[in-house]
């Protein structure tokens, strides 16, 4: 969905928020606040376990707070609404809470959270950087913000605010990328002790993001003692890349932790890095004559990459009050 799209759909939206008579909207007062955690999605009930891991975080961090989901793509979207009444999936996966065959996006939930009346509303998108999905809420948060009306009860998001992805945006992005590695340091202990390098492999595209994934490596390798790789499919810094650097710096027969950089890891996921077919990244680099080990463990199942939204959305919590209140 572009940009421009969400942005008439926020104004559509703020239409029908404004519909409330004078009197009623005197009579709002400031419910209970709400954070929705903003994800791509995952059509593998596998990965849920790992996303409902980080909303219970979140939950017992901000415990005053109202926790929503979203799913910001509309085939994952899709595939679970049409689950619904799939009685053999929902057999074979009783653990699945209903609330999932009718996940929303981020807009259908904003406008839910608001029929309660205005509400302090962080939106954290659960991304690692400024990629599509990231731009995508910046543009429906930034698009309600900007919603005036006559008289501030009518004003449809009054407090509301976005979260930056975990590897930050702009000057702050460099700690930004020390915090991220420090949340890597069990892969890290588990490299050193076998022995291996890392090569971590990201499904995030775009030149930003390639460079932002350059300096990532060279904080990886500042921190930790064994050598650390990304590569970014269908990037410069893909496999023929890390090849090149690997054969420069490693022994033949080396150990290689492969791992991904992705906060899902699905079916698809699994199959680009682990898959037997001849341009996996496990067939690639085993058949440079490396032994790789497989580390399947997704970033939505890491309780340290949870804390670093946590700690986002904490300081946008104090920058909403300061704003609000001064």
């Known amino acids: 969905m572009t940009t421009a799209i969400l942005i008439l759909l ?29 994800t791509p999605g995952s059509a593998d009930p596998n990965d849920l376990p ?24 509309p085939e994952v979207r899709k595939i679970w609404v049409s689950r ?3 009685t053999n999936f929902r057999k074979y996966f009783p653990w699945v809470e209903d609330r999932f065959y009718d996940v929303r996006n981020l807009l259908s939930v904003l406008a839910l959270i608001q029929e309660v009346g205005p509400r302090l509303v962080l939106v954290q998108p659960l991304e690692l950087v400024d990629g599509q999905d990231f731009q995508d809420a910046a543009a429906v948060v930034e698009a309600l913000r ?10 449809p998001f009054p407090y509301i605010s976005l979260g930056n992805p975990a590897m930050g945006l702009g000057d702050g992005q460099k700690e930004c990328l020390f915090q991220v590695a420090g949340a ?15 090569l971590l492999v990201s499904d995030a595209m775009g030149e930003a993001n390639t460079r932002a994934y350059r300096g990532f490596a060279e904080v990886l390798r500042s921190l930790y003692d064994p050598k650390a790789y990304v ?21 033949p027969s080396s150990k290689i932790i492969l791992g991904s950089l992705s906060f899902f890891m699905g079916d698809d996921a699994k199959e680009e890095l682990f898959g037997s077919f001849d341009e996996s990244w496990s067939s690639i680099i085993t058949a440079k ?16 990459y949870a804390d670093l939204f946590i700690n986002s959305l904490k300081k946008m919590e104090e920058t909403v009050s300061r704003r609000y209140t001064d």
């Open 10 to 38: 926020a104004l559509a939206l703020a239409k029908a928020l404004l519909a409330p008579s004078r009197a009623h909207a005197a009579e709002l007062e400031i419910q209970r606040p709400a954070i929705v955690l903003v």
């Open 50 to 73: 790992g996303l409902l891991n980080m909303e219970r975080r979140v939950t017992d961090a901000f415990p005053c707070y109202e926790v929503f989901i979203a799913f910001s793509m």
């Open 84 to 86: 619904a009444h799939d």
């Open 146 to 155: 900007n919603i005036k009306a006559v008289e501030r009860s009518h004003i």
């Open 184 to 198: 890597l340091k069990p892969l890290f202990a588990e490299a050193e002790k076998e022995g291996a390098a890392v």
């Open 231 to 251: 590569g970014i499919p269908h990037a410069r810094r893909g496999t023929k890349l890390i090849l090149e650097e690997m054969e420069k710096e490693l022994e």
């Open 289 to 304: 004559g490396y032994d790789v080990i497989p580390y399947s463990q997704p970033l939505a199942a890491s309780d340290r």
